[in-house]
C-alpha cells in the first residue's frame, strides 16, 4: 500500500467534485491499485493556503467546516504552502484565463519543481505552457497531465499518448462547449438566452465567467490545446477565428431545427497543405444530422479527428457531468502514480 498526500489549488465546483470521488472510491483504489490517500493541502482565492500535514477530514473541507485550531497551518505563497502539505500530486483546478493561462501557469511551475505531479483541468495552462510544463515533468521525472482540460473526462490526449502511435493529424472539428450547447436548446424551446445561461450553471458546466462560454473563449482555448499537444503547433487563441452565440435569435433557432440542421457552436482546424500553419475557426454552424457531430445533444461534447491513417475517428461524451470531469483527474492520477 502506498499513500499519497493530495494538494488542491482550487476547491470549486470541480475540486469539490474530485474530493467526493475520491471518497467514494477509496476501496477501489486501495483493493485494484493498493493507493491510500490524505488530502494536506487546499487553496482557494477566498480561503488562502491552507495545509494540514497530518492531512484534513475530506468531509470537513466539504462540508466547509474545517476546524482552524487543531494543526492547521496558513501560508502566504505557494512555495511555503507546498513546504507545508509536502503534497506528492496536487490538483490544480483554479478559474480559467484565457488571455495569459495565469496564475495557473505559475502555480503548476511551483508544483512540478517541488517534485509533485502536476493534474489540471485548465486548458489556459496548457495553451500557454504545455512544452515548459512537460519538459520541467521530465526533468523532475513527475508527470503533467490534463485529461479533463477537453471533452471532460473522454480519453482524447491519453488516447494520442497511451494507443496511436505514429499517426498524424490532419484536421479536427468539435462541439466542445456544453454551456452554448444548453443554451441553444433552452432558446429553441422557446424560453430565453439568459434562462439557458441559468440552466447551464445549475449544472455546474459554466465558466466561472460564462461570457468565457458563450463569446466562444472556451472553445477557442481547447481548439489551441489539441492543436499544441496533438500537432506540435503553438496556436494562440488570437489565431482563431472566433464567434460567439450571442447573435442567434429563438426565431432563427427554431428555423433552424425545423430545417434538420439545427445551431452548434463548432470549433474547426486543419492543416496547410505544406502542414506548416492551422487554419482555425469556432462559430455557431448548421449541421445535418449526417455530420459526424450531428447528433450532439444537450451537455454532450464530442470530436472527429481526420488522420492521416484512419479518414475518420470520433469520440463522443454522451452527457458528461461534473463526476465525468472529475473522473478525468482521478484517472490522470492514479496514472500519474502508477506509471
Ligand atoms: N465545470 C466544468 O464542467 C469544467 C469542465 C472541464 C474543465 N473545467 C475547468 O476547471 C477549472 C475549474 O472549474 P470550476 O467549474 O471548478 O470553477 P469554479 O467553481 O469557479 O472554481 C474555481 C476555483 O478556483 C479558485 N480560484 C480562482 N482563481 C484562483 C486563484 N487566483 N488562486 C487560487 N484559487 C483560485 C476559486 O476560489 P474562490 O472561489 O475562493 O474564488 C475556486 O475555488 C477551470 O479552469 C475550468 O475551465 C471545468
Known sequence: ????????????????????????KSAELRELYEIEWSITGVATRGMGWLSRPEGFQASSLLSNSVDKSLGLVRSTSINEWLLAAQPDVVFETTSLNHE?????????TAVLKSGSHAVTANKGAVVYGYEELSKLAADTGKHFFFESTVLDSAPVFSLFRETLPAVKLRAFSGVF??????????????????????????????????????????ATVKVCALAHVLMKLPLK???????????????????ARAEGKPYKLVARAKLSE?????????????????DPLGNVRGTSLAVHFELDTMPGLTITSHRPNLQSTAYGLLADFINAVRE
Not at 495569459?100 to 503548476?108: F, I, M, N, V
Not at 429553441?188 to 466561472?208: H, P, W, Y
Not at 472566433?242 to 427554431?254: A, F, P, V
Open 237 to 255: 487563441p488570437s489565431d482563431v477565428r472566433r464567434e460567439g452565440i450571442r447573435n442567434l435569435s429563438t426565431l432563427r433557432l427554431q428555423a
Open 177 to 218: 462547449n456544453s454551456t452554448s450547447n444548453v443554451i441553444i436548446e433552452t432558446m429553441e424551446a422557446g424560453r430565453s438566452f439568459d434562462e439557458g445561461v441559468k440552466m447551464a450553471q445549475e449544472l455546474g458546466i459554466t465558466e466561472t465567467d460564462p461570457a468565457h462560454d458563450v463569446d466562444g473563449w472556451d
Open 1 to 24: 500500500m502506498k499513500h499519497y498526500k493530495l494538494g488542491f489549488i482550487g476547491f470549486g465546483n470541480v475540486g469539490r467534485t474530485v474530493a467526493r470521488l475520491l471518497l467514494a
Open 100 to 108: 495569459t493561462g495565469q496564475p495557473a501557469l505559475d502555480y503548476l
Open 274 to 290: 505544406n502542414g506548416s500553419s492551422l487554419n482555425a475557426s469556432v462559430k455557431p454552424e448548421q449541421l445535418a444530422s449526417t
